[in-house]
């Protein structure tokens, strides 16, 4: 579809995401997987350190997955905000539960009133983001049971001695 000179795909809002061919293809998919010849390729994949602008403990679970993902094929350049991000909502996530620890889930106030912790809401909601974006990385069992990759080859320790 044409709108003011450059062509834009219809999209009504409703409906499912499109999912990348290399996706498509770790699920299994036969059909159409080579379908869209202009959807964009990423690079040879190369090791991406962490942005320094992440804090600490996002940097380690960084560190963590973005090797896993990569050998996937499920990881570029072009993924490193995504993976920021997903890796600032484990690090909230770690440091809410971490103070949660010896609190109160419900905390009363002087008032006799009551509430829940806000801790919770924290941690809740960085499940929530953790959650999309560990699905977009097929990073959950169920996300992760609809992918085939192939595995590779165990190491020989023979080669060793070579």
């Known amino acids: 579809m044409t709108y003011g000179g450059s062509t834009m795909a219809k999209s009504s809002g409703a409906g499912r995401k499109a999912?990348?061919?290399?996706?498509?293809?770790?699920?299994?998919?036969?059909?159409?997987?080579?379908?869209?010849k202009k959807e964009p390729k990423p690079g040879k994949?190369?090791?991406?350190d962490p942005p320094d602008y992440l804090t600490k403990p996002a940097k380690e679970e960084w560190?963590?997955?973005?090797?896993?993902?990569?050998?996937?094929?499920l990881?570029?350049?072009?993924?490193?905000?995504?993976?920021?991000?997903?890796?600032?909502?484990f690090a909230r996530y770690v440091d809410a539960v971490e103070r949660l620890k010896g609190q109160?889930?419900?905390?009363?106030?002087?008032?006799?009133a009551q509430a829940p912790n806000h801790l919770i809401g924290i941690i809740n909601s960085s499940v929530k983001q953790m959650r999309d974006f560990m699905t977009e990385f097929g990073m959950t069992p169920s996300?992760?049971?609809?992918l085939q990759v192939d595995q590779p080859e165990p190491e020989d320790p023979r080669m060793d001695l070579l």
């Open 19 to 36: 999912v990348p061919t290399k996706l498509r293809a770790l699920k299994g998919s036969t059909g159409n997987v080579t379908k869209n």
């Open 45 to 48: 994949a190369v090791k991406i």
């Open 63 to 73: 560190r963590r997955v973005a090797p896993i993902l990569q050998r996937l094929g």
């Open 75 to 89: 990881f570029t350049e072009l993924d490193a905000p995504a993976l920021s991000a997903y890796c600032e909502a």
């Open 104 to 112: 109160e889930l419900v905390i009363t106030y002087p008032t006799g």
């Open 143 to 146: 996300s992760r049971a609809k």
